[in-house]
């Protein structure tokens, strides 16, 4: 069932207050077409209402009601081989985006899984939507990126591949974060 996937992650991601309770987006790619959460939906009680399904290379009656960052997840189905995206915003790492142009975690998971994530944008600020094609490059060769003083875009062939990528992230910054302030 397609809406139990959304209702897991999403459920998660605010139990552990990756995203606000009206942040983040989840997407799956449905051929030519992708199934994404609802503008301003709130990703801790998901219902069907709450997803949109619309074309990824052109708009029909559907494509309004998408979430604002439908531009980015286009993007990446275009340009990558992923099915899956989840975006939200982890206080840690948006924190260390501020500061560092990539995260190279130094715990065992984040540096197995992720080896480096890179900080895109740094310097600027980006609005919802914006830097679309920037992002979907990056990910063609990261499993996650950060956008500076954003969020994070993770790409899997599944929701919950994309989730881990974002939980991994977030933990391996709280450490860098906590040994930070251990010198
Ligand atoms: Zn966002």
């Known amino acids: 069932m397609l809406i139990s996937q959304f209702q897991t992650v999403g459920r998660d991601l605010c139990a552990r207050g990756l995203v606000s309770s009206h942040s983040g987006n989840l997407s799956i790619k449905l051929g030519e077409r992708l199934c ?8 801790g009680c998901l219902e069907e209402h709450d997803l949109v399904e ?3 290379n052109k708009n029909d009656r559907f494509t309004p009601l998408a979430s604002r960052e439908l531009a980015v997840h286009r993007a990446v189905y275009k340009r ?7 975006h939200a915003h982890p206080a840690y790492a948006v924190t260390l985006s501020f500061s560092e142009q990539e995260i190279i975690p130094c715990d065992t998971e984040g540096s197995l899984l992720l ?8 310097g ?3 609005k919802p939507g914006e830097c679309a094609e920037e992002i979907a490059d990056a990910l063609t060769t990261h499993k996650i990126i950060l956008v500076r003083g954003h969020g994070s875009f993770a790409a899997g062939q599944l929701l919950e591949e994309a989730y881990h990528y974002t939980t991994a992230l977030e933990e391996s910054c709280r450490l860098l974060y906590l040994l ?3 010198k």
């Open 80 to 86: 990558t081989p992923a099915s899956a995206i989840v």
């Open 115 to 122: 080896s480096r994530v890179p900080v895109l944008s740094f």
């Open 36 to 43: 994404i959460t609802h503008r301003s939906s709130m990703l």
């Open 180 to 182: 930070k302030a251990l």
């Open 54 to 56: 619309t074309r990824i």
């Open 124 to 126: 600027t600020t980006v």
